[in-house]
Nanobody, 114 residues
Framework: QVQLVESGGGLVQPGGSLRLSCAAS????????VGWYRQAPGKQRELVAL???????NYADSVKGRFTISRDNAKNTGYLQMNSLKPEDTAVYYC????????WGQGTQVTVFS
């Protein structure tokens, strides 16, 4: 049974930083594309960043230069380093891993407030 457990969300002031983690179990993490998505109230879920099994990375334009996605296959964990946070980054952040199947974490709340 594949499980994803996210952590690292919280409250932060604009300009602050947070690091999200996504710990996977029950599968060979290294073969998956790892993605971070977010969903703000009243909005659709959107892709923030993804990293392929080969290390190819893509970012949403809104986070380029501020967020960094990474993975540690030895630890079965993906990360999203978020710097220079803005109020518009406030959302529930979800981890996703996919190959033939897709799995989601439970989400972690990130709130950026003045």
């Amino acid at each position: 049974q594949v499980q994803l457990v996210e952590s690292g969300g919280g409250l932060v002031q604009p300009g602050g930083s947070l690091r999200l983690s996504c710990a996977a179990s029950g599968t060979d993490f290294s073969r998956y594309v790892v993605g971070w998505y977010r969903q703000a109230p009243g909005k659709q879920r959107e892709l923030v960043a993804l990293i392929t099994s080969g290390g190819i990375i893509n970012y949403a334009d809104s986070v380029k230069g501020r967020f960094t996605i990474s993975r540690d296959n030895a630890k079965n964990t993906g990360y999203l380093q978020m710097n220079s946070l803005k109020p518009e980054d406030t959302a529930v952040y979800y981890c996703n891993i996919r190959d033939y199947y897709s799995y989601w974490g439970q989400g972690t709340q990130v709130t950026v407030f003045s």
